[in-house]
């Protein structure tokens, strides 16, 4: 005996038997929303940073250049351990199209498009692997710039008595930035471990066309 079977109106019919068909009741959960809305707003605050990252390469020069016109003696250091400059740029370049790709997956994500749910989820996995890796480098430019800021305080000291210690004012101040970065680097990479699960679930994947 022949049974009804209803309709579903989210379900699509295709000439492929291999297509995917989503199955859900297409409405996103909070949770799945979220991290739409939270890739989409790294993305654009990634992207302009990038920008913004990449004016000021191109202008640092010139400041050092109109700083040592003024008499100011200060260096702006863009190398400070060998091999830095290099791997800034190169950082600098993955994280403008890592956050490009946020951007773009987070709009295609919030209007339902298996694409939008892809792209984020590649983008989740590779952010773990580059927060991983940018934490090093991270610290040990951060310790060489403060190192360099010592440096200048202890020639401006030698040049004025009345000028203030602050060597350990500092070296408090590069501490406490350290283990700062080290608690968000290993916050964003739960972050990013916990959105690659939850897009990975069956049950968000059959929401998407």
Same mark, same amino acid.
Do not use: R
């Given at each position: 005996m022949n049974q009804d079977i209803p309709n579903n109106p989210y379900r699509f019919e295709s000439g492929n038997p291999n297509a995917y068909e989503p199955t859900g009741?297409?409405?996103?959960?909070? @949770?799945?929303?979220?991290? @739409?809305?939270?890739?989409?707003?790294?993305?654009?605050?990634?992207?302009?940073? #990038?920008? @913004?990252? #990449?004016? =000021?390469?191109?202008?640092?020069?010139?400041?050092? /250049?109109?700083?040592? /016109? #003024?008499?100011?003696?200060?260096?702006?250091?863009?190398?400070?351990f060998p091999g830095a400059y290099v791997l800034m740029i190169a950082m600098m370049i993955i994280s403008g199209v890592l956050s490009i790709a946020m951007l773009w997956g987070g709009i295609s994500g919030l209007k339902k498009k298996l694409s939008g749910l =892809?792209?984020?989820k590649g983008v989740s996995a590779v952010m773990i692997l580059y927060k991983l890796l940018e934490l090093p480098y991270n610290?040990?430019?951060?310790?060489?710039?403060?190192?360099?800021?010592? /440096?200048?305080?202890?020639?401006?000291? #030698?040049?004025?008595?009345?000028?203030?210690?602050?060597?350990? @004012?500092?070296?408090?101040?590069?501490?406490?930035?350290?283990?700062?970065?080290?608690?968000?680097s290993i916050g964003l990479m739960i972050f990013y471990?916990?959105?690659y699960l939850h897009l990975n679930k069956a049950e968000v994947r059959a929401n998407f066309r």
């Open positions: 009741d297409g409405k996103l959960k909070p @949770f799945t929303k979220a991290v @739409f809305i939270i890739h989409l707003i790294f993305g654009i605050l990634g992207t302009i940073g #990038a920008l @913004f990252g #990449a004016i =000021s390469i191109v202008l640092l020069p010139k400041l050092q /250049e109109m700083m040592n /016109e #003024a008499g100011v003696d200060e260096q702006i250091n863009l190398n400070p =892809s792209l984020i610290i040990v430019a951060q310790y060489y710039n403060f190192q360099a800021q010592k /440096e200048n305080q202890l020639k401006q000291m #030698a040049n004025n008595p009345n000028t203030p210690d602050m060597g350990a @004012f500092l070296d408090v101040i590069l501490y406490v930035s350290i283990g700062f970065g080290v608690l968000i471990a916990l959105c």
